[in-house]
């Protein structure tokens, strides 16, 4: 079922199912490869996946099989242009996500802030302040 542009879901995946054959459009933002399988899972027929997490530069177990089975559209981006503002907006309206942001750092400690960044297991969403 096709739904008009603007009619927006999202799921806290630790609260909901995930649907199957519901999304026109799924925006993976988390780059883990247990994500995008169920990324495909819930795309609609034609419909379009977005990635837009960075993934690990290493072989990892995707199940591809939906692509096909659903017509569906697989697309890379590589992070943001002026998407940032309309995401600090979000972000602004709605507090119970803004807990996202798992550390802040100052631009000075920029090296510590990467280095935790790219550890999932110590981090969700790092800033820096500057």
């Not at 879901?9 to 199957?20: A, D, F, K, R, W």
């Not at 994500?35 to 993934?55: E, M, P, R």
């Amino acid at each position: 079922m096709r739904k008009k542009w603007g009619d927006i879901q999202t799921l806290n995946i630790t609260e909901h199912e995930v649907p199957e054959d519901q999304f026109d459009v799924v925006l993976e933002c988390s780059g883990a490869t247990p994500a995008i399988s169920t990324a495909f899972k819930a795309v609609d027929i034609g419909g379009i996946i977005i990635q837009v997490g960075n993934l690990q530069d290493q072989d990892a177990p995707i199940n591809l099989s939906p692509i096909n089975i659903k017509q569906a559209t697989y697309r890379g981006c590589y992070r943001f242009n002026s998407e940032i503002v309309d995401a600090l907006k979000v972000l602004e309206k709605n507090e119970s996500i803004g807990n996202v942001v798992t550390q802040i750092y100052n631009i000075e400690e920029y090296k510590e802030a990467f280095k935790i960044a790219a550890n999932s297991k110590l981090s969700s969403k790092v800033m820096i302040a500057f």
